[in-house]
């Protein structure tokens, strides 16, 4: 039913982007609400807080044309997860289950040509679901596709491409964490897919567009975890 997941996940697909807005962009980002202030201490995953309001964000990441590739309707479980997303980020990203062979064996992929939406290989995500015994994981996987989107819609300059894609993925799955959406056993599962997917050690430092290694990944998406729960801006917290 799945193909063997693979550790390339959308590397292939995506084409970092070197245009003009800088970080200042994301770093301006204006939070709304709180879950734990700037001087919250938060050195790894622990139990949720499940009260207070949790803070989202307006980066308007819109489609302005028709899907560019044949686009397969979403299933509940991943339509519901995108949702959730365009609430955080402020946007109308929509997702797309993959129909063309290019997309098999891959987790996911945003192009440049067709900025604000998610092709997903959804047997991808059913395997994610079925090892994790929870659909958190796949979630994350579908915020780090939807943090090219963000990237693309604010025409970042970053040194990480990939790196920061988790970073704002780990981002969004504080968001979770503050929302009681989100248990220290899916934070676990979730670092485990992503160290999963990374790539050899010391690669990133002269390639931007590559997805680092396990410990990098999990790094990155412990990084963007941790500015969320500290009340960091994407910016503050992502600066890859
Ligand atoms: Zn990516």
Sequence with gaps: MRNAPSPSSDRAWYSPHRI?????????????????????????????????????????????????????????????????LNSFWGGQVQACACLIPQCIGTIGAVFPFDPARIYYDRDQLTYFDRVSGSTVPSDIWLAHEYGHAVQLALRLQVRHTELQADCLAGFYLGARVCAGTARQTDILATFQTFCFAGGPPGSTWFNPGVHGSCPERVSAVQRGLNGYLGGLSPGASCPL
């Design 20 to 84: 003009v807005i800088s970080w200042m962009a994301l770093a301006t980002l204006v939070g709304m609400g709180g879950c734990g202030g700037p001087t919250k201490s938060v050195t790894g995953p622990g139990d949720p807080p499940t009260t207070g309001a949790c803070r989202q964000f307006s980066v308007g990441a819109t489609p302005l044309f028709p899907p560019q590739l044949p686009c397969g309707a979403p299933g509940p479980t991943t339509a519901g997860a995108v949702s959730s």
